[in-house]
Each structure stands twice: as structure tokens, then as C-alpha cells.
């Protein structure tokens, strides 16, 4: 009887081990890949989140500094602790106050017009994430 000598693995062994082992090694990193991107864009959401109510507060004083009965269209462009901030702003609607009864007189006044709306569009960019927000804004004209 021949007397079989074998020690160690065949070759398909060793290739069906191989095989199976670059395999999970492949998966594992596709899926630590996936989740390092994941958390980046998750930093980079929060930073910008955590930015937009001082950057919408900055853009809503910019839009009440500059208001005037002719302008119809406002631009800026800020940084906020390395978020940036491209805005527009187009002027929606202008508009007085409700009318006021006078007692004296038994009618209504109507008031002048220095009330604007504005609809602002903003895009906040954070290295190669971006995000657009867009809202609406009030500003007056004392003059």
C-alpha cells in the first residue's frame, strides 16, 4: 500500500484561504472607508450648522445696513471661524405699515412705505462640502 506522505496544505487550500482572506480584508476597508466619509461630512454638517445662526444673524444686520427705497438686489460674501458664506439677497416686497385710525379725524392714515422683504439665498462651503440654505428677511427704511 502506497503511503501517503502529506504534510502542510494542497494548493486549492491555500488558494481558497487566500481567496476568503482578501476578500474580508477588502470588505472590512470598503466599509472603514464608508465611515471615515461618513463622520467627515457629519464634522464638516455640524461645523456649518453650528455657524448659521451667527452667519444668518450677520446677514440679516448687513441687509438692515444697507436697505434703501431703490436697491432690489444684495450680495456679501463672509467667513465664519473657516466656513464661507456667499449670500444673495433679492428684495421680494415693499410695503407700509397697516393704516392707523385717527380719533381726531375719524380716519385711517395710511402709513408710508419702508418695509421690506427679502428672500436670501446662501450657500455655506466648508474645504469640499457645501450646503445652500435659503430664508427670508425684514428690514426697514427709517428715512
Not at 494548493?11 to 472590512?28: G, N, P, Q, R, Y
Request: overall charge neutral.
Amino acid at each position: 500500500m502506497p503511503q501517503n506522505n502529506s504534510r502542510g496544505f494542497t494548493l486549492v487550500e491555500v488558494l481558497v484561504a487566500s481567496v476568503i482572506l482578501f476578500s474580508t480584508i477588502t470588505a472590512v476597508t470598503l466599509i472603514y472607508r464608508g465611515a471615515l466619509l461618513s463622520s467627515t461630512k457629519a464634522t464638516q454638517s455640524v461645523r456649518i450648522t453650528g455657524v448659521l445662526p451667527v452667519a444668518t444673524e450677520q446677514i440679516g444686520y448687513m441687509i438692515r445696513r444697507q436697505t434703501s427705497g431703490e436697491v432690489t438686489d444684495l450680495s456679501g460674501r463672509n467667513v465664519f471661524w473657516g466656513v464661507q458664506v456667499e449670500w444673495t439677497a433679492n428684495r421680494t416686497d415693499y410695503r407700509s405699515a397697516p393704516s392707523i385710525f385717527n380719533f381726531d379725524t375719524g380716519r385711517d392714515e395710511e402709513q408710508p412705505k419702508k418695509y421690506f422683504l427679502w428672500h436670501v439665498s446662501a450657500r455655506f462651503s466648508l474645504e469640499n462640502y457645501q450646503r445652500d440654505y435659503e430664508f427670508t428677511e425684514i428690514s426697514w427704511n427709517e428715512k
